[in-house]
């Protein structure tokens, strides 16, 4: 959440041209409302392939959204049930509808009926106490039908009171050995794994076992870990990706945006992490800083580039 955003997106497409990228979560009562058509929008020149995550659980909400969605022209539409934050479980909808797989059932159903291209579900290995694998094979062999082909599964349980979404993150143990299971039990259905995965290297490892790894805060925190996903992941050419070249083209973006509206303390944000690990990432991330407060890009951009 505010951090997957069209900028972001942007960001990424300039490292790697084949990873999937995915939308923060969008509520449907906020589209129905009119609250976050700006969340909808995205880079139609360079983003696809791209997937827009939805969260609800009312299944006409969820078929209108869906509608949407297809019309502006997202490659997927990714239905969350597995966020754990509270402020998502007073809406009745996240990783609280894992103990419901009949209504995530007929929420699947009315997107699918609403649209022609593909449904995804995210989920949890499991909800409270139960992380057991008959818990997760038992609820998606009550939620996947024969149009339902991907599953993204965050291997940790979700907790459901007592623990923020931060520490859900962090406190229960990974289980990757359930989400390995699972594509054991459901060979047909594309797997992919979520959860703690920190590079390329580890996500090659789980590649043994499952279709297809999401990686979620390691990229947004060290943006160039995925430079090689491209020749590692999808056997394409081995292209050197440098960092001045990508900052020095996402600075030049963050410039044309600015003129449209969007303030630097919102671009500019996203790139913190592009020098992480340089000696002067310190002197990197407190420039850029300066630079969202004072609204001075053009003045800055050539030393922040020559810091990277």
Same mark, same amino acid.
């Given at each position: 959440?505010?951090? /997957?955003?069209i900028h972001?997106?942007?960001?990424? =497409? ?7 990228? @995915?939308?923060?979560? %969008? ?6 409302? $009119? ?15 791209v ?9 006409? +909400? ?8 297809? +019309? ?14 509270e402020? %998502?479980?007073?809406?009745? !909808? $996240? ?18 009926e609403?649209t022609?291209i ?11 106490? =139960? ?7 038992? !609820? ?12 993204i599964?965050?291997? =940790?349980?979700a ?6 979404? =931060? #520490? ?7 289980? @990757?050995?359930?989400?390995? #299971?699972?594509?054991?039990e459901?060979?047909? *259905? ?10 390329i ?28 996903v ?12 440098q ?6 083209? @996402?600075?030049?973006?963050? *410039?044309i ?6 303030? !630097? ?7 913190f992490g592009?020098n ?14 300066? /630079?969202?407060?004072?609204?001075? *890009? ?5 030393e ?5």
């Amino acid at each position: 959440m505010q951090c /997957t955003d069209i900028h972001d997106r942007y960001l990424f =497409r300039l490292i790697s041209k084949k990873a999937f990228l @995915y939308t923060e979560m %969008v509520t449907t009562g906020a589209i129905i409302h $009119g609250q976050c058509m700006d969340q909808l929008e995205f880079n139609r020149e360079i983003e696809h392939p791209v997937a827009v995550q939805l969260g609800g659980s009312d299944p006409s +909400d969820l078929s209108i959204c869906s509608k949407i969605c297809d +019309d502006l022209g997202y490659d997927e539409i990714n239905f969350n049930v597995g966020c754990p934050s509270e402020r %998502v479980q007073k809406g009745s !909808f $996240g990783a609280c509808l894992m103990q419901d797989p009949e209504l995530v059932s007929e929420c699947i159903t009315a997107m699918q009926e609403s649209t022609s291209i593909p449904i995804s579900i995210k989920c949890r290995i499991g909800v409270n106490e =139960r992380d057991d694998i008959k818990f997760l094979n038992t !609820f998606i062999e009550k939620v996947i039908n024969p149009e339902l082909k991907t599953v993204i599964v965050h291997a =940790r349980v979700a907790i459901l009171k007592g623990l923020s979404p =931060r #520490q859900n993150r962090q406190i229960p143990p990974l289980k @990757y050995e359930n989400v390995y #299971q699972l594509k054991k039990e459901f060979p047909d *259905l594309e797997v992919v794994i979520n959860g703690g995965i920190k590079d390329i290297a580890e996500s090659q490892n789980h590649l043994h076992h499952v279709d297809g790894v999401m990686l979620g805060r390691a990229p947004y925190d060290d943006p160039m870990i995925v430079s090689k996903v491209d020749s590692k992941i999808f056997d394409d050419e081995d292209v050197i990706i440098q960092r001045k070249d990508v900052l020095k083209a @996402y600075l030049e973006y963050c *410039l044309i945006q600015e003129n449209k509206g969007h303030p !630097f303390s919102r671009t500019l944000k996203h790139v913190f992490g592009l020098n992480k690990g340089l000696k002067n990432a310190k002197a990197y991330r407190r420039l850029i800083l300066q /630079t969202m407060q004072e609204k001075k *890009l053009e003045a800055n951009m050539e030393e922040l580039i020559a810091m990277v």
